[in-house]
């Protein structure tokens, strides 16, 4: 699988769109994108993943550029309770490929 | 519905000893991985199972094993613990093997002395 770089830390004020770089320069054509966020002392939940095609759901939007060497989250009012670490991944999905979290980035939500 | 489970919540040993610690899957799930969280560290994959059989490793020793079960629930063993395995030992499921959404249980906290 493919790595990823992630900054450590963001800070966002309430209110205002988080957004999460990740770089995957190294990404395989059939390797997906995903994202999971970890609150503290709580496990990993997912938040979305996606090939190429820019995605969208109840939590939050996957952008990935069209050489799809990088890809940002975005958060698009984030609150106190979205304060947490998020970890990009990117693996090749139905198969036996070994996968790694990396780091992540915490967020930081402030008033 | 119930969500992924783990026992126990803290597990302290002593180096040299074997820790057990066990996962059940959400009902129907088929699938179940176990992830390493030392502390500062990201999480690390550790094993995943799916229909009782193991279909892939992280990169870790022969020291850490696991098994399925026919009902889908889950054993992480670890056996001959150091201090560096003191770490948060989380369990996910999954109703594929796809991984395209896994849902994590709270985890076991492992303390080795």
């Known amino acids: 699988d493919a790595k990823t770089t992630q900054p450590p830390s963001m800070d966002c004020a309430e209110g205002r769109a988080a957004n999460l770089p990740c770089n995957h320069s190294t990404i395989s054509g059939n390797e997906y994108v995903y994202w999971y966020r970890q609150i503290h002392s709580q496990g990993p939940q997912y938040i979305i993943h996606g090939l190429k095609n820019n995605e969208t759901n109840e939590m939050a939007s996957l952008i990935i550029t069209e050489d799809r060497k990088s890809s940002t989250l975005i958060l698009p009012h984030a609150t106190l309770r979205d304060t947490a670490v998020y970890y990009c991944?990117?693996?090749?999905?139905?198969?036996?490929?070994?996968?790694?979290f990396g780091t992540g980035t915490r967020l930081q939500v402030t008033l | 519905e119930a969500g992924v489970t783990q026992s126990p919540t803290h597990l302290i040993k002593t180096r040299g000893q074997q820790a057990t610690l066990r996962c059940s899957p959400i009902?129907?799930?088929?699938?179940v991985y176990w992830y390493q969280q030392a502390l500062g560290l990201g999480l690390q994959f550790l094993l995943w199972?799916?229909?009782?059989?193991?279909?892939n490793r992280g990169n870790f020793p022969p020291r850490f094993s696991g098994r399925q079960f026919p009902n889908y629930s889950s054993e992480l063993n670890v056996n001959a613990l150091e201090l560096e395995d003191s770490a948060l030992y989380l369990c996910?499921?999954?109703?594929?093997?796809?991984?395209?959404?896994?849902?994590f249980g709270p985890g076991t906290r492992l303390t080795v002395l």
């Open positions: 996910a499921s999954s109703s594929t093997g796809t991984w395209d959404e896994q849902f």
């Open positions: 199972y799916d229909e009782g059989e193991e279909r």
């Open positions: 991944i990117v693996r090749v999905t139905g198969t036996a490929s070994k996968l790694t």
């Open positions: 009902s129907g799930h088929t699938s």
